[in-house]
C-alpha cells in the first residue's frame, strides 16, 4: 500500500497539468489504482456551459471502469493549491456506487490523508 499512495500520489499530480480550469482557475488531479495494479488519471475539464464540467476523481473513475477496471482500491486526489482537496459530495455517491471499500488519498503540501470513503460518506443513498 505504501508504494501504492506514492504511485497514485505522483500520478495526479502529474495529471494537473492536463486540467482544462478556463472559468474557475482552480486544478484538480486524480489517480484510481485497480486491483491489478493498473492506474487510471484524471483532471477536471471544464465547459463554457458549466454544469458540463467534470470534476478530476470522476473522469478518473469513468477511466477506469470503461476500460474494464475492477477492485478499484484508493484513489489520489491533488490540488495545485497544495491544500487538501476532499471529494465533492456527488463524486463521493458515484465512488460508493462502484468501489464501497476505496481508500481515498489526499496530498497536501505538507502531509497526505488516507481516508475511508465510508468516513466521507457515512450515509450514502442507497436505492432498496
Ligand atoms: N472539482 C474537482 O475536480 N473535484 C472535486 O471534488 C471538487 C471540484 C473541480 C470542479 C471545478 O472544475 C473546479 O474544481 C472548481 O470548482
Known sequence: MPQDIE???????????????????????????A???????????ENASLTLSVCAERVALMKALSEGATGLRAIAITCASGK???????????LFEYAPEIKIVLPSRSSIKVLDLKELLPMPFIKK
Open 7 to 33: 504511485r497514485l500520489v505522483k500520478a495526479s499530480k502529474e495529471a494537473l497539468s492536463f486540467s482544462r480550469p478556463v472559468y474557475s482557475g482552480f486544478r484538480v488531479g486524480a489517480a484510481v489504482i
Open 35 to 45: 486491483h491489478d495494479g493498473r492506474l487510471f488519471t484524471g483532471c477536471n475539464l
Open 84 to 94: 487538501t482537496c476532499y471529494p465533492c459530495g456527488s463524486c463521493r455517491q458515484l
